[in-house]
């Protein structure tokens, strides 16, 4: 086995290489041609493919969960009829994405409500289940870790202008960049109620907010200020920079019940 860590390779030709088995973390593919190739099994996370291209290929077995903007499959642009399944299956779905703060609040008290919901339901499970990832993704404790993050990030930050609001509990997404000014125990192991309690002051923050909301206050711009994501300097609305937490609210919520039921399924689980 051989390791490539940290070397330019860029344009570099692999032609009848076996790869088979082989990680790739944080490396740049962008322009890379890919013919002839044999993915079967591939897995692919934090991966941004704008402008990708993908032509006589046979996508059998796959799994998709994103981002589809401008996507088009044999012709036919499929983000909106996702999205409109989606919303189908979920109306309250179609809420997440408000342009009033009478929308916002009525948002926010949806994801609250779905969010006690899933938290009952997770106490019915053993507390190392909790700590448990089901197929490579985050655990249960890990998530509302995550959400934690997200919060202080576009609202803390972003919205309140606190250059530095983050707690060591919270976690950011697995490719985030290492920012040496923000100390976080990444690896650490907290119990749900702990956890709970951090989360239960960051919903406190995004409620307070959302219930202060104008329409002048929703379209104004904010600049977040100190390191962290967004990046410093970068200029939203109110409106958008709430809109990602709605967004992370609820597609994490989704996540946490599809393990939980792969949790429950597995003949180990026990009430």
């Known amino acids: 086995m051989t390791d490539f860590i940290e070397q330019d390779l860029s ?34 996370r934090g991966a ?3 402008g990708a291209r993908l032509t006589g290929v046979e996508l059998v077995d796959a799994q998709i969960y994103g981002e589809l903007v401008n996507v088009t499959v044999n012709g036919v642009e499929i983000g909106p009829l996702v999205e409109a399944e989606l919303n189908r299956r979920m109306p309250e779905r179609a809420k997440m994405r408000p342009e009033t703060p009478a929308g916002f609040g009525e948002a926010w008290q949806i994801l609250e409500r779905l969010w006690a919901e899933t938290v009952e339901r997770a106490r019915t499970f053993p507390p190392e289940a ?25 609202v803390n930050r972003t919205i309140l202008g606190e250059p530095t ?14 920012w040496e000014a923000i100390k976080l125990d ?8 702990e956890v709970l309690a951090l989360r239960a002051g ?11 909301l104008t ?25 958008d920079a709430l809109r990602v937490v709605l967004n992370e609210e609820w597609e994490h919520r989704l ?4 393990d939980l039921d792969a949790l429950e399924s597995a003949p180990n689980k026990e009430n």
């Not at 082989?22 to 692919?44: M, P």
């Not at 448990?132 to 890990?142: A, C, K, L, P, T």
């Not at 990444?186 to 109620?193: E, G, K, N, S, V």
Request: with cysteine; proline share 8%; aromatic share 8%.
């Open 215 to 239: 329409p002048e206050k929703l379209s104004s711009e904010v600049s977040p200020v100190g390191p962290g994501w967004p990046e410093e300097g970068m200029t939203v609305s109110v409106g």
């Open 255 to 258: 996540y946490a019940e599809r």
């Open 130 to 154: 909790l700590d448990e990832r089901v197929d490579g993704e985050w655990s249960f404790i890990q998530t509302l870790r995550h959400l934690g993050f997200a919060t202080a990030c576009w």
């Open 11 to 44: 344009g570099s030709r692999f032609e009848r290489v076996h790869l088979r088995g082989a990680t790739f973390h944080q490396v740049h593919l962008n322009d890379a041609t890919i013919r002839d190739a044999d993915l079967s099994g591939i897995s692919i």
């Open 48 to 50: 941004w493919m704008k």
């Open 202 to 212: 960051r919903q406190a923050t995004v409620r307070e907010v959302i219930d202060g």
């Open 186 to 193: 990444i690896d650490a192991r907290p119990p749900l109620d």
């Open 165 to 178: 609001p983050y707690h060591p509990l919270e976690l950011p997404w697995e490719e985030a960049p290492d």
